[in-house]
């Protein structure tokens, strides 16, 4: 997603969530997984489909608790492919931190979660794509037309607080092979390296979800987890084989689960 804007509209699309089925115990939050209806109803199980608080945590008597003690949490996905879309009436922008930019007016998606905490094998086609008025290619995909690498990275903190239901969660991707994309604008080599961070939803199933990334200037927010130091996850921009700049990528993307998902933070 280094490509500058594309490279935001991939990000995004990765961002549907990683959390491949696995079938012992939980890893350390966040993770991904389901918020399941079950027929048996305990004190022990949730209280609601979000899975954050459990039934014997609630006010009122242990009959009252128990009526809605029919939650369970599942870790990981079963169902684990997605897709993104660019948000109608929007377009996607890398720009770099001395000004030059780089716009596309549609972005499509595919990926899967991998894991618990991950997602890969995701490849983000944009379309429009151009810079001062010239068209921008990726080698071979037609004028405007932009191809990421294979996408992937893990969720993590982007804040901690207390209540832990309160965390923020994003998504960092990168290329799986190589730069994140590689394309001409009328004859001048782009290349787009390094990894963007984006805030996620979490502690609620969703089937599809608005993912946005955010910049301003050049510098994407956020560019770190909790515990990061800055810069840690930029995207950075080559023309004609310059030194690399870095950039940021802004764009709004509807992701669309196979099956519901919810990212958990406790």
Partial sequence: MRRTKIVGLCLVAVFAFTAFSVASASAA???FGRCLKQATKSLSNYDS???IKFASEDTGTEAEKLKKGNFQWFPGVVKTGFTTKMKEGTIATLETVGGTKITCTG???????TGLKT??????KFTGCETSGF????TGAGAGNISTSPLGGPIGFETEVIPPTKNHVANELHSEAGNVAEFTCVGIKVTV????????????MKLTATEKFTASKGKQKPEHF?????KEHILETSTNGGPFEQSGQTITSILTN????????I
């Fill in 107 to 113: 972005e499509t998606s595919k990926g899967e979660y």
């Fill in 29 to 31: 939050p966040p993770e």
């Fill in 226 to 230: 909790a515990g990061g130091v800055a």
């Fill in 258 to 265: 196979e099956e519901k998902v919810e990212a958990r933070t």
């Fill in 49 to 51: 489909g979000k899975c």
């Fill in 119 to 124: 997602i890969g094998n995701m490849v983000a």
């Fill in 135 to 138: 068209k921008c290619e990726s």
């Fill in 193 to 204: 390296k390094g990894s963007v961070l984006h805030k996620i939803a979490a502690n609620a």
